[in-house]
């Protein structure tokens, strides 16, 4: 069963404006987060991360919120640049062993 | 040069072959991951070691092997590949930071294997 979710397998958004992907979770144990952007025929890189432990880290154009009583999550871009175009994946961790991702979302913006 | 490699890049074999994926890292970190992705399905985790001396099945492990041969290398092999282990396959890094708190991953640039 999936433990994290990503329900939103595209998004289009015009330049300048912001970019919202959302991610949920299931497993309460979970206590780390983080983001990956991904090129195609690339591996995923990473972007941004956020400990259970807080509920928001920025850094620079990128923003992850976190929600643990709603177990969710979410990573705001802005502004929206066309070089942001990639999927996006959330992934989760208990104690940093295993990762669980998101099935990902692509997101398109648009020039 | 890239840190985290993966040999082949490309790979097209026949049901039942046995096959073997290569990964090397020059970022001296401890952890290595062996990662399988389809698509609507994500990233799914096959296995991981965090040394040499240790190897750890992910959530589907069944059907492949792992040899962690040196602290820079992590090999993922089928032993005899059947179309629906034909996927992408992404080896992966990571190295725990001091006080037991964690770090991110890094990918390399994946394995596309293709199971005729």
């Known amino acids: 069963d999936q433990q994290v979710k990503q329900n939103s397998p595209s998004l289009s958004v015009q330049e300048g404006r912001i970019s919202i992907l959302n991610c949920d979770y299931t497993?309460?144990?979970?206590?780390?987060f983080l983001w990956y952007k991904k090129y195609p025929a690339e591996g995923p890189t990473f972007l941004i991360s956020?400990?259970?432990?807080?509920d928001k880290n920025e850094d620079g154009r990128f923003t992850v919120f976190l929600n643990k009583s709603a177990k969710h999550l979410s990573l705001h871009i802005v502004p929206s640049q066309p070089g942001d175009s990639a999927v996006y994946f959330c992934?989760?961790?208990?104690?940093?062993?295993?990762?669980?991702f998101g099935t990902g979302t692509s997101l398109t913006v648009i020039p | 040069d890239a840190d985290v490699t993966q040999t082949p890049r490309n790979r097209i074999t026949k049901t039942g072959k046995r096959i073997m994926l290569e990964c090397s890292q020059t970022k001296g970190h401890d952890r290595m991951y062996w990662y399988r992705q389809d698509p609507g399905l994500g990233l799914r985790l096959i296995y991981y070691s965090f040394d040499v001396k240790d190897i750890n099945k992910g959530e589907i492990s069944d059907g492949y092997s792992v040899s962690r041969q040196a602290q820079a290398k992590f090999s993922l092999s089928l032993e005899s590949a059947i179309p629906n282990q034909t996927a992408l396959y992404f080896c992966?890094?990571?190295?725990?930071?001091?006080?037991?708190?964690?770090?991110?991953?890094?990918f390399g640039p994946g394995t596309r294997l293709t199971v005729l």
């Open positions: 992966a890094t990571s190295d725990q930071l001091a006080g037991g708190s964690y770090n991110e991953q890094f």
């Open positions: 992934a989760a961790s208990a104690w940093g062993n295993q990762f669980y």
């Open positions: 497993n309460s144990m979970f206590d780390y």
């Open positions: 956020i400990s259970s432990i807080k």
